[in-house]
């Protein structure tokens, strides 16, 4: 239909909110071996504190030889709540010198890090180069950035998407393929991309068919309610790979 979804945020005193450095002993958690460390701006925006413990535990990562990426996941309601979009920009620039490899869309880019570029609204959704013109700019103003991935969607109605997503790696850069979506739920595909990706890199795959596994997974988790995945591993294979919704038996 026509009617766009709204998030309201409930998080308030929550467990997760009242995350401060100190609280975790990564020596102790990161002991057996860590690969990669993920967090994202969602966490970062819930108080005053929260940002300070994603430092903390990237630069613990880090000590270890470990990846380290953030998804911005911008949500202004969220900084509202601590301070506006000025501390958000501000606590995020502190958070992205410390990050690896970077995942978000045009305007967690623009608002997340004050990256000048076209305006969202106006720009076509599916134009990667707009995205690649963002990440060189974005890249020149942290060099210790050595991937920024995003998915690209153009929503035609609340249930119709057009989906593909880009990859920017050390230099080179990467675009899937594009399809259209049924959309049950769109909350969490951003998020399943951005593990489809992670999964590819870690186990070795090509940057191309890891872009290919995040934007499968991502398309993959639009289609079940909840933002949580119901996917199996052949299921997002197979449409990396060029499957259908043809039957398998």
């Not at 450095?21 to 990161?30: N, T, V």
């Not at 920017?168 to 769109?186: A, E, F, H, I």
């Not at 489809?196 to 988790?221: D, F, M, N, S, V």
Request: aromatic share 8%; charged share 20%; hydrophobic share 40%.
């Amino acid at each position: 239909g026509v009617r766009p979804p709204v998030v309201f945020y409930n998080r308030a005193n929550e467990a997760g909110a009242m995350r401060k450095p100190g609280d975790f002993d990564w020596k102790s958690i990161m002991a057996g071996g860590v690969k990669w460390f993920h967090s994202g701006g969602i966490f970062a925006a819930l108080s005053e504190t929260t940002s300070q413990t994603i430092i903390e535990g990237m630069q613990a990562a880090k000590a270890q030889g470990a990846v380290t990426s953030f998804d911005l996941n911008y949500r202004a309601k969220l900084w509202a709540s601590i301070g506006g979009d000025a501390k958000g920009q501000s606590v995020i620039n502190d958070i992205v010198k410390h990050v690896d490899c970077l995942v978000g869309n045009e305007e967690d880019l623009q608002k997340g890090l004050g990256i000048e570029g076209q305006d969202v609204e106006s720009s076509s959704k599916l134009d990667p180069q707009n995205f690649f013109n963002l990440i060189e700019k974005a890249v020149k103003k942290f060099p210790n950035v050595k991937m920024v991935a995003t998915t690209l969607r153009e929503v035609h109605s609340t249930n119709r998407h057009d989906w593909a997503a880009v990859l920017w790696l050390d230099g080179k850069t990467y675009v899937s393929p594009t399809c259209q979506l049924d959309v049950v739920d769109r909350i969490g595909g951003g998020d399943g991309f951005a593990a489809g990706l992670i999964y590819g890199l870690l186990t070795g795959k090509a940057p191309e068919q890891a872009l290919r596994l995040g934007w499968a997974h991502g398309a993959l988790l639009t289609t079940f309610p909840g933002d949580v995945t119901m996917a199996k591993l052949p299921e997002v294979e197979a449409l990396a790979k060029g499957g259908s919704a043809r039957v398998q038996r």
